[in-house]
């Protein structure tokens, strides 16, 4: 398995999500869940290019928001962003938001 770093820092998520043209999202947890919350992400490709400027854009129930936003429910929660510890020009978009601790 690939060696993994955890981040916590703000700048240094932003910074991981620029590098690899990710843009803070949240989604609706499963209906089936009792006590659902939103689910934090981090969406890459053409989730990343919605136009915002028209209306909230859900495509896959996602809406991209601001980072202000995404880092408060971030804190929040006591999360976490795991993500894998590449080798210099390697830009894998895996991730993972995990509990603090």
Same mark, same amino acid.
């Given at each position: 398995?690939?060696?993994?770093? #955890?981040? #916590? ?7 991981? %999500? %620029?590098?690899? %043209? ?24 053409? @989730?990343?290019?919605?136009? #915002? ?9 996602? #809406? ?30 895996? @991730? ?6």
């Amino acid at each position: 398995m690939t060696d993994t770093l #955890t981040l #916590t820092d703000h700048d240094a998520i932003r910074d991981w %999500a %620029a590098a690899r %043209a990710g843009q803070p999202a949240m989604s609706d947890a499963a209906p089936a869940l009792q006590d659902a919350q939103t689910v934090l992400r981090i969406v890459f490709g053409q @989730h990343a290019y919605q136009d #915002t400027d028209t209306g909230p854009d859900r495509p896959d129930g996602v #809406t991209i928001i601001e980072w202000d936003d995404w880092f408060r429910i971030f804190d929040e929660r006591g999360l976490a962003l795991v993500v894998a510890d590449e080798p210099p020009g390697s830009r894998s978009e895996w @991730h993972e938001l995990v509990r603090r601790g």
